[in-house]
Protein backbone atom coordinates (compact mmCIF):
# COMPACT_ATOMS: atom_id res chain seq x y z
CA UNK A 1 0.00 0.00 0.00
CA UNK A 2 2.75 2.12 0.62
CA UNK A 3 4.68 1.95 -2.35
CA UNK A 4 1.67 2.38 -4.26
CA UNK A 5 0.84 5.87 -2.14
CA UNK A 6 4.74 6.67 -3.17
CA UNK A 7 3.93 5.58 -6.89
CA UNK A 8 1.01 7.50 -7.01
CA UNK A 9 2.48 10.67 -5.62
CA UNK A 10 5.23 10.38 -8.26
CA UNK A 11 2.75 10.28 -10.74
CA UNK A 12 1.19 13.27 -9.55
CA UNK A 13 4.75 15.11 -9.15
CA UNK A 14 5.29 14.37 -12.78
CA UNK A 15 2.08 15.56 -14.32
CA UNK A 16 2.66 18.92 -12.14
CA UNK A 17 5.66 19.21 -14.15
CA UNK A 18 4.24 18.16 -17.41
CA UNK A 19 1.52 21.24 -16.96
CA UNK A 20 4.05 23.66 -15.70
CA UNK A 21 6.13 23.11 -18.92
CA UNK A 22 2.95 23.46 -21.18
CA UNK A 23 2.45 26.36 -19.60
CA UNK A 24 5.63 27.52 -20.17
CA UNK A 25 5.08 26.66 -24.19
CA UNK A 26 1.42 28.64 -24.31
CA UNK A 27 3.35 31.69 -22.94
CA UNK A 28 6.27 31.28 -25.02
CA UNK A 29 3.72 30.53 -28.41
CA UNK A 30 2.05 33.89 -27.33
CA UNK A 31 4.96 36.03 -26.56
CA UNK A 32 6.14 38.25 -29.60
CA UNK A 33 8.91 36.67 -32.04
CA UNK A 34 12.05 38.40 -31.71
CA UNK A 35 14.68 38.55 -34.32
CA UNK A 36 18.06 36.72 -33.58
CA UNK A 37 20.82 38.97 -33.10
CA UNK A 38 23.27 40.57 -35.94
CA UNK A 39 26.77 39.35 -35.24
CA UNK A 40 29.44 41.73 -35.91
CA UNK A 41 31.95 39.66 -39.32
CA UNK A 42 35.24 38.51 -37.82
CA UNK A 43 37.66 41.07 -38.43
CA UNK A 44 40.33 40.44 -41.29
CA UNK A 45 43.29 37.89 -41.05
CA UNK A 46 46.23 40.24 -40.36
CA UNK A 47 48.36 40.68 -43.63
CA UNK A 48 51.07 38.69 -44.69
CA UNK A 49 54.18 39.98 -44.87
CA UNK A 50 56.57 38.93 -48.43
CA UNK A 51 59.13 36.93 -47.19
CA UNK A 52 61.99 38.99 -47.61
CA UNK A 53 64.89 37.55 -49.92
CA UNK A 54 67.64 35.30 -47.98
CA UNK A 55 70.98 37.12 -48.48
CA UNK A 56 73.13 34.83 -50.30
CA UNK A 57 75.88 32.98 -48.25
CA UNK A 58 79.25 33.55 -48.78
CA UNK A 59 80.83 31.33 -51.77
CA UNK A 60 77.17 31.31 -53.05
CA UNK A 61 76.92 34.33 -55.56
CA UNK A 62 78.17 35.40 -59.14
CA UNK A 63 80.28 38.22 -59.01
CA UNK A 64 79.60 39.89 -62.58
CA UNK A 65 82.03 42.86 -63.72
CA UNK A 66 81.26 45.67 -65.82
CA UNK A 67 84.63 47.00 -67.12
CA UNK A 68 83.56 50.51 -68.85
CA UNK A 69 84.78 53.87 -68.95
CA UNK A 70 82.96 56.08 -65.91
CA UNK A 71 85.02 59.25 -66.13
CA UNK A 72 87.05 60.86 -69.21
CA UNK A 73 85.76 62.03 -72.85
CA UNK A 74 83.68 58.55 -73.17
CA UNK A 75 82.10 58.96 -69.63
CA UNK A 76 78.60 59.71 -71.29
CA UNK A 77 78.63 56.45 -72.33
CA UNK A 78 80.02 54.22 -70.00
CA UNK A 79 77.66 55.85 -67.59
CA UNK A 80 74.85 54.93 -70.15
CA UNK A 81 76.16 51.41 -70.39
CA UNK A 82 76.93 50.71 -66.31
CA UNK A 83 73.10 52.12 -65.38
CA UNK A 84 71.81 49.77 -68.82
CA UNK A 85 73.60 46.49 -66.73
CA UNK A 86 72.19 47.63 -63.50
CA UNK A 87 68.32 48.07 -65.08
CA UNK A 88 68.78 44.51 -66.54
CA UNK A 89 69.52 42.84 -63.68
CA UNK A 90 67.24 44.29 -61.48
CA UNK A 91 64.28 43.79 -64.22
CA UNK A 92 65.38 40.06 -63.95
CA UNK A 93 64.45 40.30 -60.29
CA UNK A 94 67.24 37.45 -59.99
CA UNK A 95 68.88 37.45 -56.25
CA UNK A 96 72.40 35.75 -56.05
CA UNK A 97 74.34 38.33 -58.41
CA UNK A 98 76.30 41.09 -57.29
CA UNK A 99 77.30 43.49 -60.20
CA UNK A 100 80.69 46.19 -59.88
CA UNK A 101 81.42 48.51 -62.07
CA UNK A 102 85.07 49.52 -62.78
CA UNK A 103 86.85 52.60 -64.81
CA UNK A 104 88.52 51.86 -67.67
CA UNK A 105 89.81 55.53 -67.82
CA UNK A 106 91.12 56.21 -64.72
CA UNK A 107 92.41 52.30 -63.69
CA UNK A 108 93.44 51.35 -67.58
CA UNK A 109 91.45 48.16 -68.89
CA UNK A 110 94.47 45.94 -68.07
CA UNK A 111 94.27 47.16 -64.08
CA UNK A 112 90.80 47.42 -64.16
CA UNK A 113 90.59 43.48 -65.32
CA UNK A 114 92.69 42.87 -62.36
CA UNK A 115 90.97 44.75 -59.76
CA UNK A 116 87.61 42.66 -60.95
CA UNK A 117 89.43 39.03 -61.31
CA UNK A 118 91.40 39.95 -57.51
CA UNK A 119 87.97 40.92 -55.94
CA UNK A 120 86.45 37.70 -57.28
CA UNK A 121 84.56 38.53 -60.99
CA UNK A 122 83.53 35.15 -62.70
CA UNK A 123 82.40 37.11 -65.67
CA UNK A 124 83.28 40.22 -67.56
CA UNK A 125 81.06 42.72 -69.18
CA UNK A 126 82.68 45.20 -71.85
CA UNK A 127 85.51 47.36 -72.06
CA UNK A 128 83.98 49.60 -74.96
CA UNK A 129 87.24 50.31 -77.17
CA UNK A 130 89.39 47.49 -78.87
CA UNK A 131 92.17 48.44 -77.77
CA UNK A 132 90.95 48.17 -73.75
CA UNK A 133 89.11 44.79 -75.03
CA UNK A 134 92.78 43.13 -75.88
CA UNK A 135 94.13 44.47 -72.92
CA UNK A 136 91.30 42.95 -70.35
CA UNK A 137 91.91 39.71 -72.34
CA UNK A 138 95.40 39.31 -71.71
CA UNK A 139 94.20 39.56 -68.06
CA UNK A 140 91.31 37.52 -68.32
CA UNK A 141 92.02 34.62 -70.45
CA UNK A 142 94.59 33.19 -68.88
CA UNK A 143 92.03 32.34 -65.92
CA UNK A 144 89.02 31.45 -68.38
CA UNK A 145 86.92 34.65 -67.71
CA UNK A 146 84.36 35.50 -70.73
CA UNK A 147 84.24 38.48 -71.62
CA UNK A 148 81.12 39.99 -73.55
CA UNK A 149 82.59 42.75 -75.14
CA UNK A 150 80.77 46.21 -76.48
CA UNK A 151 83.43 46.53 -79.03
CA UNK A 152 82.63 46.18 -83.16
CA UNK A 153 85.67 45.13 -83.71
CA UNK A 154 85.99 41.63 -85.06
CA UNK A 155 89.80 41.43 -84.57
CA UNK A 156 89.56 40.97 -81.28
CA UNK A 157 87.24 38.16 -81.09
CA UNK A 158 88.27 34.92 -79.47
CA UNK A 159 89.86 33.50 -76.84
CA UNK A 160 86.93 34.07 -74.55
CA UNK A 161 86.06 37.28 -75.79
CA UNK A 162 82.66 37.19 -77.44
CA UNK A 163 82.08 40.67 -79.74
CA UNK A 164 78.44 42.43 -79.00
CA UNK A 165 79.16 45.48 -81.07
CA UNK A 166 77.31 46.37 -84.48
CA UNK A 167 78.82 45.34 -87.09
CA UNK A 168 79.20 47.71 -90.71
CA UNK A 169 79.44 43.74 -92.82
CA UNK A 170 76.47 42.73 -91.82
CA UNK A 171 74.39 46.45 -92.12
CA UNK A 172 76.10 46.02 -95.44
CA UNK A 173 75.25 42.97 -96.67
CA UNK A 174 71.28 43.55 -95.63
CA UNK A 175 70.95 46.55 -97.31
CA UNK A 176 72.52 45.11 -100.55
CA UNK A 177 70.33 42.47 -100.08
CA UNK A 178 67.41 44.75 -100.11
CA UNK A 179 68.63 46.50 -103.27
CA UNK A 180 68.89 43.18 -104.99
CA UNK A 181 65.47 42.28 -103.73
CA UNK A 182 64.24 45.12 -105.86
CA UNK A 183 66.31 44.32 -109.07
CA UNK A 184 69.19 46.33 -109.15
CA UNK A 185 72.26 44.80 -110.14
CA UNK A 186 74.93 47.43 -110.88
CA UNK A 187 76.37 48.82 -107.59
CA UNK A 188 78.50 51.30 -106.36
CA UNK A 189 80.45 52.39 -103.46
CA UNK A 190 81.90 55.55 -102.08
CA UNK A 191 84.49 54.22 -99.11
CA UNK A 192 86.45 56.03 -96.58
CA UNK A 193 89.95 56.05 -96.28
CA UNK A 194 90.97 53.80 -92.51
CA UNK A 195 89.79 50.50 -90.99
CA UNK A 196 86.09 51.03 -90.96
CA UNK A 197 86.06 51.69 -94.79
CA UNK A 198 88.33 48.70 -95.97
CA UNK A 199 86.14 46.10 -93.59
CA UNK A 200 82.64 47.74 -95.48
CA UNK A 201 84.48 47.23 -98.80
CA UNK A 202 85.30 43.89 -98.32
CA UNK A 203 81.78 43.27 -97.22
CA UNK A 204 79.93 45.37 -99.91
CA UNK A 205 81.85 43.74 -103.12
CA UNK A 206 81.31 40.19 -101.15
CA UNK A 207 77.46 41.09 -100.77
CA UNK A 208 77.16 42.36 -103.81
CA UNK A 209 78.97 38.96 -105.90
CA UNK A 210 76.50 37.01 -103.74
CA UNK A 211 73.61 38.48 -104.54
CA UNK A 212 74.92 38.28 -108.65
CA UNK A 213 75.62 42.37 -108.67
CA UNK A 214 77.94 43.74 -110.33
CA UNK A 215 79.97 46.58 -108.46
CA UNK A 216 80.96 48.88 -111.56
CA UNK A 217 82.68 51.92 -109.67
CA UNK A 218 84.45 51.78 -105.81
CA UNK A 219 85.75 54.88 -105.26
CA UNK A 220 87.78 56.09 -101.81
CA UNK A 221 87.88 59.34 -100.16
CA UNK A 222 89.47 61.08 -97.08
CA UNK A 223 87.10 62.07 -94.78
CA UNK A 224 87.56 65.84 -95.55
CA UNK A 225 84.78 67.64 -97.29
CA UNK A 226 87.44 69.54 -99.53
CA UNK A 227 88.20 65.53 -100.83
CA UNK A 228 83.74 65.07 -101.43
CA UNK A 229 84.14 66.81 -105.08
CA UNK A 230 86.74 64.55 -106.22
CA UNK A 231 85.28 61.64 -104.87
CA UNK A 232 81.78 62.47 -106.17
CA UNK A 233 83.41 62.86 -109.78
CA UNK A 234 85.13 59.80 -109.44
CA UNK A 235 82.51 57.42 -108.89
CA UNK A 236 80.34 59.19 -111.67
CA UNK A 237 82.82 58.55 -113.95
CA UNK A 238 82.11 62.20 -115.02
CA UNK A 239 84.71 62.74 -117.21
CA UNK A 240 84.41 59.53 -119.12
CA UNK A 241 80.88 60.64 -119.77
CA UNK A 242 81.60 63.76 -121.06
CA UNK A 243 83.66 62.51 -123.28
CA UNK A 244 81.16 59.84 -124.60
CA UNK A 245 79.01 62.98 -125.13
CA UNK A 246 81.36 65.15 -127.06
CA UNK A 247 80.95 68.48 -125.03
CA UNK A 248 83.73 70.67 -123.45
CA UNK A 249 81.79 73.18 -122.11
CA UNK A 250 83.69 75.08 -118.83
CA UNK A 251 82.61 76.69 -115.90
CA UNK A 252 84.79 79.32 -114.21
CA UNK A 253 86.80 77.32 -111.92
CA UNK A 254 87.81 75.15 -114.86
CA UNK A 255 85.71 71.96 -115.02
CA UNK A 256 83.84 70.59 -117.79
CA UNK A 257 80.11 71.77 -117.46
CA UNK A 258 77.97 70.23 -120.63
CA UNK A 259 74.06 70.33 -120.64
CA UNK A 260 72.42 67.88 -118.74
CA UNK A 261 70.73 66.20 -121.29
CA UNK A 262 74.01 65.30 -122.96
CA UNK A 263 75.54 63.21 -120.63
CA UNK A 264 74.40 59.31 -120.40
CA UNK A 265 72.93 58.21 -117.41
CA UNK A 266 75.53 57.03 -114.47
CA UNK A 267 76.43 53.32 -114.57
CA UNK A 268 74.98 52.29 -111.45
CA UNK A 269 71.32 52.02 -110.04
CA UNK A 270 72.54 51.90 -105.83
CA UNK A 271 75.20 53.76 -104.53
CA UNK A 272 76.89 52.79 -100.70
CA UNK A 273 78.00 55.59 -98.85
CA UNK A 274 80.16 53.66 -96.25
CA UNK A 275 79.61 56.71 -93.70
CA UNK A 276 78.22 58.52 -91.35
CA UNK A 277 74.78 60.22 -93.20
CA UNK A 278 76.15 63.21 -92.40
CA UNK A 279 78.57 63.03 -95.14
CA UNK A 280 76.55 61.23 -96.79
CA UNK A 281 73.98 63.97 -96.89
CA UNK A 282 77.27 66.42 -97.69
CA UNK A 283 77.73 63.60 -100.92
CA UNK A 284 74.27 64.34 -102.48
CA UNK A 285 75.22 68.18 -103.91
CA UNK A 286 78.21 66.78 -105.15
CA UNK A 287 76.60 63.97 -107.20
CA UNK A 288 73.79 65.98 -108.35
CA UNK A 289 76.19 68.16 -109.75
CA UNK A 290 77.67 65.53 -111.47
CA UNK A 291 75.30 63.76 -113.29
CA UNK A 292 73.62 61.74 -110.65
CA UNK A 293 70.82 63.69 -108.80
CA UNK A 294 69.00 62.56 -105.57
CA UNK A 295 66.20 59.93 -106.77
CA UNK A 296 68.07 58.69 -110.15
CA UNK A 297 69.77 55.92 -107.83
CA UNK A 298 69.36 54.60 -104.27
CA UNK A 299 71.68 55.36 -101.91
CA UNK A 300 72.52 53.36 -99.11
CA UNK A 301 73.86 54.13 -96.04
CA UNK A 302 75.03 51.89 -92.77
CA UNK A 303 74.52 51.00 -89.14
CA UNK A 304 75.95 54.77 -88.49
CA UNK A 305 72.27 56.48 -89.86
CA UNK A 306 70.80 54.90 -87.12
CA UNK A 307 71.87 57.74 -84.45
CA UNK A 308 71.10 61.15 -86.81
CA UNK A 309 67.86 61.68 -86.69
CA UNK A 310 68.31 64.95 -88.20
CA UNK A 311 69.11 63.35 -91.77
CA UNK A 312 65.21 64.00 -92.23
CA UNK A 313 66.12 67.42 -92.90
CA UNK A 314 68.53 66.65 -95.61
CA UNK A 315 66.52 66.92 -98.61
CA UNK A 316 69.65 65.00 -100.55
CA UNK A 317 68.91 62.01 -98.45
CA UNK A 318 64.96 61.32 -99.03
CA UNK A 319 64.36 58.29 -99.94
CA UNK A 320 67.47 56.56 -99.07
CA UNK A 321 67.88 53.41 -97.16
CA UNK A 322 70.09 51.92 -94.13
CA UNK A 323 70.22 48.29 -92.09
CA UNK A 324 70.08 48.41 -88.46
CA UNK A 325 68.17 46.86 -85.43
CA UNK A 326 65.19 47.41 -84.54
CA UNK A 327 64.52 50.53 -82.55
CA UNK A 328 61.45 50.20 -80.43
CA UNK A 329 62.02 47.99 -77.68
CA UNK A 330 65.56 50.18 -77.08
CA UNK A 331 63.06 53.40 -77.00
CA UNK A 332 60.84 51.30 -74.32
CA UNK A 333 64.05 50.64 -72.36
CA UNK A 334 65.35 54.08 -72.34
CA UNK A 335 61.93 55.15 -71.03
CA UNK A 336 62.33 52.95 -68.02
CA UNK A 337 66.11 54.04 -67.86
CA UNK A 338 65.15 58.23 -67.34
CA UNK A 339 62.48 56.51 -65.15
CA UNK A 340 65.04 55.35 -62.98
CA UNK A 341 68.50 57.34 -64.11
CA UNK A 342 67.02 60.58 -65.31
CA UNK A 343 68.85 61.79 -68.54
CA UNK A 344 68.58 59.90 -72.12
CA UNK A 345 71.14 56.61 -72.20
CA UNK A 346 73.93 56.04 -75.13
CA UNK A 347 72.16 54.08 -77.72
CA UNK A 348 75.18 51.51 -76.97
CA UNK A 349 73.34 50.62 -73.60
CA UNK A 350 71.37 48.40 -75.12
CA UNK A 351 74.85 45.72 -75.38
CA UNK A 352 75.36 45.89 -71.72
CA UNK A 353 71.82 45.46 -71.08
CA UNK A 354 71.25 42.23 -73.43
CA UNK A 355 74.89 41.22 -72.28
CA UNK A 356 73.43 41.29 -68.68
CA UNK A 357 70.27 39.18 -70.02
CA UNK A 358 73.31 36.47 -71.07
CA UNK A 359 74.55 36.65 -67.52
CA UNK A 360 71.46 36.21 -65.62
CA UNK A 361 70.26 33.52 -67.79
CA UNK A 362 73.50 31.65 -66.92
CA UNK A 363 72.26 31.26 -63.27
CA UNK A 364 69.17 29.08 -64.42
CA UNK A 365 71.89 27.28 -66.90
CA UNK A 366 74.14 25.65 -64.73
CA UNK A 367 76.66 27.93 -63.70
CA UNK A 368 78.42 26.92 -60.32
CA UNK A 369 78.59 29.37 -57.79
CA UNK A 370 81.88 30.30 -57.20
CA UNK A 371 83.36 29.15 -61.09
CA UNK A 372 84.04 31.02 -64.33
CA UNK A 373 80.39 31.66 -66.64
CA UNK A 374 80.10 28.57 -68.58
CA UNK A 375 80.67 29.98 -72.32
CA UNK A 376 79.20 27.19 -74.17
CA UNK A 377 75.72 28.74 -73.33
CA UNK A 378 76.47 31.38 -75.60
CA UNK A 379 76.24 28.51 -78.32
CA UNK A 380 73.14 28.09 -79.09
CA UNK A 381 72.35 28.34 -82.87
CA UNK A 382 68.83 29.54 -82.39
CA UNK A 383 70.19 33.01 -80.81
CA UNK A 384 69.06 34.28 -77.99
CA UNK A 385 66.11 37.95 -78.03
CA UNK A 386 67.08 41.18 -77.02
CA UNK A 387 66.78 44.37 -76.71
CA UNK A 388 68.23 44.77 -80.13
CA UNK A 389 66.34 41.70 -81.77
CA UNK A 390 67.71 38.31 -82.36
CA UNK A 391 71.13 37.68 -82.35
CA UNK A 392 73.53 34.62 -82.13
CA UNK A 393 77.16 34.12 -82.15
CA UNK A 394 79.50 32.88 -84.94
CA UNK A 395 82.74 32.95 -84.44
CA UNK A 396 82.55 34.49 -81.43
CA UNK A 397 80.99 37.72 -82.84
CA UNK A 398 77.21 38.68 -82.68
CA UNK A 399 75.08 37.60 -86.09
CA UNK A 400 71.91 40.02 -85.18
CA UNK A 401 68.47 40.19 -87.43
CA UNK A 402 68.58 43.57 -89.17
CA UNK A 403 66.16 45.56 -90.69
CA UNK A 404 65.74 48.18 -93.15
CA UNK A 405 65.00 51.92 -92.54
CA UNK A 406 64.31 54.76 -95.30
CA UNK A 407 64.99 57.97 -94.74
CA UNK A 408 61.85 60.62 -95.35
CA UNK A 409 60.71 63.85 -94.26
CA UNK A 410 58.83 62.48 -91.14
CA UNK A 411 62.22 60.22 -89.77
CA UNK A 412 63.01 56.68 -90.49
CA UNK A 413 60.31 54.71 -91.27
CA UNK A 414 61.19 50.83 -91.98
CA UNK A 415 60.80 49.43 -95.56
CA UNK A 416 61.99 45.90 -94.56
CA UNK A 417 61.67 44.46 -91.27
CA UNK A 418 63.92 42.12 -89.28
CA UNK A 419 63.68 38.57 -89.16
CA UNK A 420 62.20 36.73 -85.99
CA UNK A 421 64.37 33.76 -86.25
CA UNK A 422 67.37 32.43 -87.68
Known amino acids: MAAYQAGAQAWAQRGAALLLATGMLAVAACAPKQKPPVLAPPPPPPPVEAPKPVPPKPGEVHRIAILVPLSGPNSRVGISLANAASLALAETKRTGIRL ?5 AALGAGGAANRAIAEGAQLILGPLL ?37 QPAQSVARVVEFASGRGMKRFAGLIPNGIYGQ ?18 ALTNFARDRAALPAAARSVTDYDARLKKAGTAARRPDGTVAPASETLPPV ?27 NGSFLMMGTELWKTEPGLKDAPGLRGAVFAAVPDQ ?18 RLSSLSYDAMLLAASG ?53 SPAPKGF
Not at 100 to 104: L, R
Not at 134 to 162: C, E, H, K, Q, W
Not at 386 to 397: A, E, L, P, V, Y
Request: neutral net charge; hydrophobic residues 45%.
Open 329 to 346: PFQAMASRYRARFGGTPS
Open 363 to 415: VDSGWAYGGPFPARLLDDPQGFVGIDGIFRFKGNIAERGLEVQQVGAQGFSTV
Open 267 to 293: AFEALLVADSGTIAGAFAPQLARFGAP
Open 100 to 104: TSYDT
Open 130 to 166: AADVAAARAVAAPRSITMLSFSNDTAVAGSGVYVLGF
Open 199 to 216: RAAVAFTRAVSADGGQVV
